[in-house]
């Protein structure tokens, strides 16, 4: 028989039961919570400890009673002692420091906590397997809640490391300052990341214009042999020697547009790797240089003394046996002219040779001998004749006979191919050509060419010296008025530079000696008139037999 219930019961049992599971759903609800948080916790601590062991440094880290409570691989790399057997000791003494030591270090680490900022001390440390080792620490308070002290920390390095990290970068901060070389990092993408004041001053004239900047942007001539060098120090490593390269800076924005001066840089290459990663990385260049522009300028001018003075010799031996004085002058042409100049020409002055009675009258001059004009030969005599060489008034040649005195020219770019030069000399000067002034691709070789030389710096230099003509000459009606220029002067249309040298012989002129160099080659510069004068002396010496012979 079962037992009637009321109404009102089951409204109380129903409550009761809805009681329980709201109270069941939030016990269960704390449990989750609970659980999410040490998750959390879980995961912050893991995140720490690969941070910690990841440290290049060596840390641990002590509560506010001195017990150690994180200790990472690195410190267990330089004490031997795993963090299982550090953590959870107080302080340093009777494991990590020696006993009489071990009150002063942990109270001056223990008073980092209460300090503010980082404090650096220098302690003697104990390895596991009882060794010593000095490291260098930097210790820092840590807080907790409200700002109260909680604990400190303490990075460590051992002091030999880190001397010679600040080493390095005391080296590289020198380099970068106070180097008497220029001293580069050039990126990956070769531009210019970091100039010293050398650099910068050499590359252009403000140190961080030159940052970031294409090396074309700053160079006109020498960029491409540069980036060469920096991709194959990228990709090969350091060359094993210094590596000499001509470079010509880009004229600034609003200057001249004149041919700029071409400089030797002696330049050295090292590759730059990332430190940090696990396989070398590169991160540019380091580029040393120094400019030894008057050094090599030196070295070709010893080179080309020695050249020309043994090309003399050898001229004096063979003229010795030439029976006819013309045939001997020829040879001392023919010895002149490899390295010097693409064509000779020897003008005498017709009849007697004028005294100082009669030397207000004009010369004449006769063609005597000369190479030929098309490819090179030797300087042949000239059959006898008796017609003068047609020189209008003011060539350099007549010009040279007059003054007695060396006279230099050049192809103009712009002005009239048949105007004849002005020529203008002062004392103890070699004249020269106003077009030579006023060319401005005209740029005197300082240390000439040496002859049947291929070395390096002679192939750069005699590009340089090609640029100036090619310049001046550039495009068809330039060449044409070059020619035009050479054929007005009776000398071969190749020729675009001139050196006119009288000849003289007890104290009478001969005549004039003429020398020619084509666009290949750059003007005849000053320390060019010099060997010029000493071939003519030698010249006008065998001419001047001709008059003692029978």
Wanted: some cysteine; glycine content about 8%; charged content about 25%.
């Amino acid at each position: 028989m079962t037992t009637p219930t009321h109404p009102a019961d089951d409204r109380d049992h129903r409550d009761q039961r809805d009681t329980r599971d709201v109270r069941d759903t939030g016990d269960t609800r704390d449990v989750r919570d609970a659980g999410e948080t040490a998750r959390t916790h879980r995961e912050h601590a893991d995140l720490l400890a690969a941070l910690l062991d990841g440290m290049d440094a060596a840390l641990c880290a002590f509560d506010a009673d001195g017990v150690v409570t994180h200790w990472n691989r690195e410190a267990e790399r330089i004490l031997g002692w795993t963090a299982g057997e550090a953590v959870g000791r107080r302080g340093f003494a009777g494991w990590a420091i020696r006993t009489a030591d071990a009150d002063d270090v942990q109270a001056r680490l223990m008073a980092a906590m209460i300090a503010t900022g980082r404090q650096v001390d220098e302690f003697a440390l104990l390895t596991k397997d009882g060794g010593r080792v000095l490291v260098r620490t930097q210790s820092a308070g840590v807080r907790g809640a409200g700002g109260r002290p909680a604990g400190v920390y303490c990075a460590f390095t051992e002091v030999h490391a880190q001397i010679g990290l600040e080493r390095s970068i005391a080296l590289s901060e020198a380099l970068l300052e106070e180097a008497a070389w220029g001293v580069v990092l050039v990126d990956a993408d070769l531009r210019p990341a970091v100039a010293n004041e050398y650099a910068a001053r050499a590359l252009y004239p403000g140190r961080t214009a030159v940052l970031g900047r294409p090396l074309g942007e700053l160079l006109s001539h020498g960029a491409e042999e540069l980036e060469a060098a920096f991709e194959h120090v990228l990709a090969e490593g350091a060359p094993p020697a210094p590596t000499d390269v001509w470079v010509a800076l880009r004229p600034a924005a609003g200057a001249d547009h004149a041919e700029p001066e071409r400089r030797c840089w002696r330049s050295g290459f090292v590759r730059l790797a990332s430190p940090l990663a696990e396989e070398p990385v590169p991160l540019g260049v380091g580029w040393f240089f120094r400019d030894v522009t008057r050094e090599k300028q030196a070295e070709r001018a010893g080179s080309t003394a020695r050249f020309r003075a043994n090309q003399l010799h050898r001229a004096g031996r063979a003229a010795a046996d030439c029976e006819d004085p013309l045939e001997a002058a020829t040879v001392f042409l023919d010895f002149a002219l490899p390295g010097f100049a693409d064509h000779a020409l020897l003008d005498l002055v017709a009849g007697a040779p004028p005294t100082p009675e009669t030397s207000d009258a004009p010369s004449p001059l006769v063609r005597a001998a000369a190479t030929p004009t098309g490819p090179g030969g030797p300087c042949s005599p000239i059959a006898p004749a008796s017609v003068p060489v047609r020189y209008a008034d003011g060539h350099p040649a007549l010009q040279a006979v007059d003054r007695s005195r060396s006279v230099r020219a050049t192809a103009p770019a712009t002005s009239s191919a048949t105007a004849p030069p002005t020529v203008t000399a002062t004392a103890g000067e070699t004249a020269e050509d106003p077009a030579d002034r006023a060319d401005p691709a005209g740029r005197a070789d300082p240390a000439g060419d040496m002859a049947g030389r291929a070395d390096a710096a002679g192939d750069m230099a005699g590009r340089a010296d090609a640029a100036g003509p090619s310049e001046a000459a550039g495009g068809t009606g330039a060449a044409e008025q070059a020619r035009r220029w050479a054929r007005a002067r009776q000398w071969p249309e190749d020729a675009v530079h001139a050196l006119c040298v009288v000849l003289r012989s007890r104290a009478r002129t001969l005549g004039v000696v003429t020398f020619l160099r084509t666009s290949t080659r750059g003007p005849f510069g000053h320390a060019d008139a010099p060997y010029a004068e000493d071939v003519a002396s030698r010249v006008a010496t065998a001419l001047d037999l001709a008059d003692h012979l029978p």
